[in-house]
T-cell receptor, first 118, second 112 residues
Framework: NAGVTQTPKFQVLKTGQSMTLQCAQDMNHNSMYWYRQDPGMGLRLIYYSASEGTTDKGEVPNGYNVSRLNKREFSLRLESAAPSQTSVYFC?????????????????FGDGTRLSIL | DQQVKQNSPSLSVQEGRISILNCDYT??????FLWYKKYPAEGPTFLISISSIKDKNEDGRFTVFLNKSAKHLSLHIVPSQPGDSAVYFC???????????WGLGTSLAVNP
């Protein structure tokens, strides 16, 4: 029962390099999310996908692109990495579809990708 | 501006005692609140939630209280155990497609 799987777990990049962070969930959730966590900043939403085929910007989308490849997979791409993108990146999924009071579907998180950009 | 505030960055409690973690919010449109727990090198895990139509929700040792007039919620852990030592995040949902707004977290240390 894997839940949300993120790869890689660690990565070091040089400024200007590109990379794609992978995320897959096996819970048949329709919504998926990418967050970054920085010291003293909490969790900030980068992009999300409410359902397969849709993606939307979150709080901090600049410098990132996403692809909802299918229902299971949601990838995050850094086209030209910058030191300011050094962070821990978390992918999450949930079964959110309709507002249903009293039956909240929380987000389930992966264990994160620790990314350092030199 | 921080819409969800956890004003205590850290809290230390003796094993067996009550831990009280606090969270304040500014947006009256928030109608669902969640608490997550995070251990180092792991992702956050969902702990407990509360709808704005309730003022209390209980799950085992964990109880969340909501005071809408004060825009304040708190998480009570009774009794506290060393395994509860983690960072606790408060998050709020305004219903707009589940874009949660997160507090900065409170690091709880439960001492044996």
């Amino acid at each position: 029962n894997a839940g949300v799987t993120q790869t890689p777990k660690f990565q070091v990049l040089k400024t200007g390099q590109s990379m794609t962070l992978q995320c897959a969930q096996d819970m048949n959730h329709n919504s998926m999310y990418w967050y970054r966590q920085d010291p003293g900043m909490g969790l900030r939403l980068i992009y999300y996908s409410a359902s397969e085929g849709t993606t939307d910007k979150g709080e901090v989308p600049n410098g990132y692109n996403v692809s909802r490849l299918n229902k299971r997979e949601f990838s995050l791409r850094l086209e030209s990495a910058a030191p300011s993108q050094t962070s821990v990146y978390f992918c999450a999924s949930s079964d959110y579809h309709l507002r249903d009071r009293g039956s909240e579907q929380p987000q389930h998180f992966g264990d994160g990708t620790r990314l350092s950009i030199l | 501006d921080q819409q969800v505030k956890q004003n205590s960055p850290s809290l230390s409690v003796q094993e067996g005692r009550i831990s009280i973690l606090n969270c304040d919010y500014t947006n009256s449109m928030f109608d669902y609140f969640l608490w997550y727990k995070k251990y180092p090198a792991e992702g956050p895990t969902f702990l407990i939630s509360i709808s704005s139509i309730k003022d209390k929700n209980e799950d085992g040792r964990f109880t969340v209280f909501l005071n809408k007039s004060a825009k304040h919620l708190s998480l009570h852990i009774v009794p506290s155990q060393p395994g509860d030592s983690a960072v606790y995040f408060c998050a709020a949902d305004a219903g707009n497609n589940r874009k949660l707004i997160w507090g900065l977290g409170t690091s709880l240390a439960v001492n044996p």
